[in-house]
């Protein structure tokens, strides 16, 4: 499998569209390689629940990373968001199995020791997707897994 890449954490269809320039600051550049780091775990643990559960492709698809301010407030983001500070990332399972996704997230994933500051299961009437923010812009990290309607 091949690694997250900075490109797919700072891609953004809406940047694109509105001609917000997300090109994040180096300090970003750093923590969104940090991020990766955590981001290589969960796939990696993921591919292996996949495998023990006959799930299929454990590839997983980052649907928000890094959102310059600008983007984050087009988006409707928090002031405080992990996001601007390259710290967090939106995931769905490219298998289709977001049920299993968020299991693996609640049960499994957020007992195994890695450091993280929150996982959150989000469900809005439209979508589903797994928040997983690395730490805080003050360091910090929590260890919170919880799940939120948006």
């Known amino acids: 499998m091949a690694n997250f890449t900075l490109a797919e954490l700072v891609k ?9 320039n997300n090109n994040p600051p180096s300090i970003v550049r750093v923590h969104l390689t940090e991020t990766i780091t955590l981001l290589e775990c969960i796939r990696a643990e993921w591919a292996e629940y996949c495998e023990r559960h006959d799930l299929g492709t454990p590839a997983i698809r980052i649907t928000s990373g890094y ?6 407030k ?8 992990a996001h601007v500070e390259g710290y967090a990332a ?4 490219v298998n289709g199995k977001q049920n299993e996704f968020e299991r ?6 957020s007992h195994m020791g890695y450091a993280y500051d929150q996982i ?3 469900r809005s009437k439209s979508s589903r997707w ?5 730490k ?9 897994c919880f799940t939120l309607k948006v």
């Not at 693996?104 to 994933?109: G, P, R, S, V």
């Open 90 to 93: 939106d995931l769905q399972p």
């Open 136 to 144: 805080r812009a003050d360091g910090k990290q929590r260890r919170q």
């Open 74 to 81: 087009a988006v409707g983001g928090v002031k405080n968001s």
């Open 104 to 109: 693996f997230f609640a049960t499994e994933f």
């Open 130 to 134: 797994v928040h997983v923010g690395y």
């Open 12 to 20: 953004s269809s809406t940047a694109e569209q509105l001609k917000i």
């Open 67 to 72: 959102r310059s301010p600008e983007l984050n």
């Open 120 to 122: 959150i299961i989000e």
